[in-house]
């Protein structure tokens, strides 16, 4: 142990800006990321083989060997070596643990203490914690270090203090809209623990299904479920391998609204009479609790004492989002009851709801969890608030008082970039400010400011409004209807047109608009997807028209408790989970984990590029398989070589645009198939982003060099596949005339590299007809997007009109 201590004080000793630059230049394939990481100069290896003599300095527990159990298995599935386990001393051991407090993980979120002290030297291992849950964690540091290799087991010598930034780091999966099996749910907590998230968010209840087994209500599994539901049994089992690895179960009973399910199996305790039938559409939907019915509160309590009894978390999750009050204004009585407790309006009324499901919660020793919508100055400030509006939704909630963790940026059923992703923090950012506009407001530059309404169209729900000033070719901002202010990054700025992009709640969002006098045109791309927009020229909006936000104390700061992941399934099943899942959970538990400094994107990609294989053979996912095996379901073979390398050049649209696409040109329902090719689709492709990246470098200095070549020979590499391609396509007909689009515009990008490097500039009509034709292949088709297009452009920007 003294020499675990003076490593330690070494560790200590280190400057601050020694670790800064540590947390920002990550050396090996973590992830999450440790806070404080020291390797060991030469970067040596320690060599181990299948015999390990452990030392445990503390209690022994059942819960401690069976993690070594597991700690051996996952070893023996990253590098084919058997672990023995055999008790020894410190002096003498393999692995050496130290731990104050063995007790099993608590149902209080504020006894938690995950942090932990891992050293490798040339020795052995020493792995110390305070509670059992930092060895858990520190363990999962060590699978990751030993990394995959063939029956040797190398582990880098290291320091490594470590701990979360964040105490709720969360992951919301959705079993109601598609059910999944709890073998599907088991092989996600591995991954979960892997990630070192310490909560699992269980959607059971929605409008598409009930799946919690009620005693006291039958009817909700029985009637509302299609045979569908997990039994008392499994939930606790599910539970106890939850808490095993570390996670606690955090059920969400959804109430008043999405209560579809409910209604089916007693209309008596709905606002409208009905008849209700099974709602298998996706939507926002009109049924919704009685909260003038007193048998809905027993109906509540009864839920309550049966979710107590199976899981220990103290929160349970009330959804609470989404109501729609039709119902409400409708109801004579309802209406009634309004005006005798004086509840004006419907959201009173679901705070007085709220209010009295708050008491029922009390009484079961439980804290209420819900989404924005549940927030009311009447309701105790012990209720956390999960936000899926965003970062000014957080602010409100906890300048109000409140606790709040985020889940707007953490949609991973929503097709986006693991940067984008990865940008997001749960702190929100502070309020767009600007010294010089004040100076700006009275001064004769006033003048030469515009200001501009938008307006952009989506296929499904109201427009996306607001307005945008562009101070001058560095500075600028937007207002988006309803939101803060804030930042824009100007890629480009004239009299006639402007580039400018930032990121929102739909993902990134680049503007390209052109300024025709008082009018404007163009287009935003969304995530990946193209929106027209449109404008007019306004009077500058500066400090005089914002609506102020307070920027957060730390005060404010400490209620802000973390963020969550969440994986709703419309267009997730038992088939695709893993392949929308992972990696990317892992960028969003280092946003939660990791040091805030730690922001260099393409440092992050490499490192999950390597868990994401190691995570295939210690924890079994299933992502790039699943991806390989809908490829094979969709083509009837299994020599999918081809259409591998085609999908390189595709995306899922990104954002809600594939539901959009849905909900106007189709179905949209869970009777819907998801065995499509944008549902083999992984979000993003390596190889494009590598090919992006070396284009971007490229670009810079457009020369016959190993650049270029290895550019136009990727190029190649795809085109060639076309003819492999081809014969597969016989078996989904509907795909040749997109794959015969996506070739022309690899063939295209080919020709435009060649016409950048032997020349800068490009006729002025040339140039508007290939940007028609880029416009076109742009385009959402089968709720996909050939995702060349971007590079293609970048090309085609660069070369100059004379």
């Known amino acids: ?75 023996y599935q990253q590098t084919g070596i058997k672990l023995r386990w055999k008790k020894s001393t410190a002096a003498k051991a393999t692995l050496v643990i130290t731990i104050k407090d063995a007790r099993t993980m608590s149902s209080r979120m504020s006894e938690w203490d995950e942090s932990y002290e891992l050293v490798v030297d040339n020795k052995k291992i020493y792995l110390s914690a305070n509670q059992n849950l930092g060895v858990l964690r520190g363990l999962e540091t060590l699978l990751q270090l030993m990394g995959v ?112 399910a409910i209604a089916v199996a007693y209309p008596e305790l709905m606002s409208a009479p009905g008849p209700y039938a099974m709602e298998y559409r996706w939507g926002v939907h009109k049924p919704t609790l009685n909260p003038a019915n007193e048998k809905v509160y027993e109906f509540v309590a009864a839920l309550v004492a049966e979710a107590k009894a199976i899981f220990p978390f103290e929160y349970l999750h009330i959804g609470g989002d989404e109501v729609n009050p039709e119902h409400w204004n409708n109801n004579a009585d309802i209406q009634a009851f309004m005006q005798v407790n004086n509840l004006k309006n419907s959201y009173a ?131 988006f209807s309803g939101k803060s202010r804030r930042a824009v990054k100007i890629q480009k700025l004239t009299k006639s047109a402007a580039v400018f992009s930032l990121d929102t709640w739909m993902g990134p969002v680049e503007f390209r608009v052109q300024f025709n006098g008082d009018e404007l045109q163009g287009r935003a791309i969304v995530g990946n997807a193209p929106y027209p927009v449109s404008g007019k020229k306004i ?97 009837g073979t299994e020599a999918i070589a081809p259409a591998l390398t085609f999908i390189e050049l595709l995306q899922p649209a990104y954002y809600y645009h594939r539901q959009h696409e849905k ?55 795809w085109s060639a596949s076309r003819a492999r391609l081809m014969p597969l396509l016989k078996q989904q007909p509907e795909l040749v005339r997109f794959a015969e689009k996506t070739y022309g515009l690899v063939d295209l990008t080919s020709a435009l590299l060649e016409q950048r490097l032997t020349s800068k500039t490009l006729a002025a009509g040339e140039q508007e007809k290939l940007q028609k034709q880029l416009l076109a292949a742009s385009q959402i088709e089968q709720e996909m997007i050939i995702a060349l297009v971007f590079s293609a452009e970048k090309i085609l920007d660069s070369l100059l009109i004379p």
């Not at 060599?47 to 070893?75: H, M, P, V, Y």
């Not at 260099?600 to 053979?617: F, L, Q, T």
């Not at 398989?625 to 969709?634: G, H, P």
């Open 663 to 717: 909900s106007v040109n189709e179905t949209y329902s869970k009777a819907d198939p998801l065995n499509r090719l944008v549902d083999a689709l992984p979000v993003e492709n390596e190889s494009l982003r590598q090919f992006n990246l070396r284009l971007a470098g490229w670009l810079m200095n457009p020369v016959a060099g190993e650049d270029y070549a290895l550019l136009q020979t990727q190029l190649q590499r």
């Open 349 to 479: 009324l679901q705070a007085y709801f709220n209010q009295r499901v708050q008491t029922i919660l009390h009484k079961h020793q439980r804290k209420m969890i819900g989404w924005d919508e549940i927030q009311h100055k009447n309701l105790p400030n012990d209720i956390v608030i999960q936000s899926w509006r965003g970062p000014d939704a957080v602010s409100e909630s906890v300048a109000a008082g409140f606790q709040a963790i985020l889940s707007t940026g953490y949609y991973l059923d929503q097709p986006q970039s693991a940067a984008y992703h990865y940008r997001n923090d749960p702190l929100p950012p502070p309020p767009y400010t600007n010294k010089n506009l004040a100076l700006i407001e009275n001064n004769s530059a006033r003048e030469e400011i515009a200001s501009w309404s938008f307006s952009l169209p989506r296929k499904r729900g109201n427009p996306v409004t607001g307005s945008f000033t562009l101070l001058n070719e560095r500075e600028g901002f937007i207002d």
């Open 149 to 260: 290799s063939e029956n040797t087991i190398e582990i880098p010598q290291v320091s490594i203090n470590d701990f979360p930034r964040f105490q709720w780091r969360g992951l919301l999966l959705d079993t109601s809209r598609h059910f999944f099996s709890v073998e599907t749910i088991k092989r996600q907590i591995d991954a979960m623990a892997a990630a070192k998230y310490n909560i699992f968010h269980w959607h059971l209840t929605d409008d598409q299904g009930w799946r919690f087994e009620s005693k006291r209500y039958p009817k909700l599994h029985q009637l509302a479920s299609d045979g569908q539901f997990y039994t008392r049994k499994q939930m606790r089992e599910v539970v106890a391998y939850a808490q095993a690895r570390g996670i606690q179960v955090l059920p969400e009973i959804d109430v008043p609204g999405h209560a579809s």
């Open 1 to 75: 142990m003294f020499r675990v201590l003076l490593f330690v004080v070494g560790f200590m000793l280190s400057t601050m800006a020694s670790l800064a630059a540590v947390a920002n230049a990550p050396s090996l394939p973590l992830m999450p990321y440790p806070q404080q990481l020291i390797p060991a100069a030469g970067e040596p290896q320690l060599q181990l083989g299948s015999d390990w003599l452990i030392a445990i300095d503390g209690k022994s527990t059942a819960e401690l060997n069976n993690a070594l159990k597991r700690f051996a298995q996952r070893s």
């Open 539 to 635: 009077a500058p909006q500066l400090i005089t028209e914002l609506q102020k936000m307070t920027p957060l104390g730390a005060q404010e700061h400490k209620l802000i408790l973390g963020g969550e992941a969440a994986l709703w399934a419309e267009i997730v099943d038992e088939q695709s989970i893993d392949l929308r899942l992972w990696p990317r959970a892992f960028v969003v538990a280092e946003r939660l984990w990791s040091a805030q400094e730690l922001q260099d994107e393409n440092a992050m990609y490499v490192r999950m590029n390597s868990v994401a294989h190691w995570a295939e053979k210690s924890t079994g996912l299933l992502h790039r398989k699943q991806a390989e095996q809908a490829l094979q379901r969709l083509f």
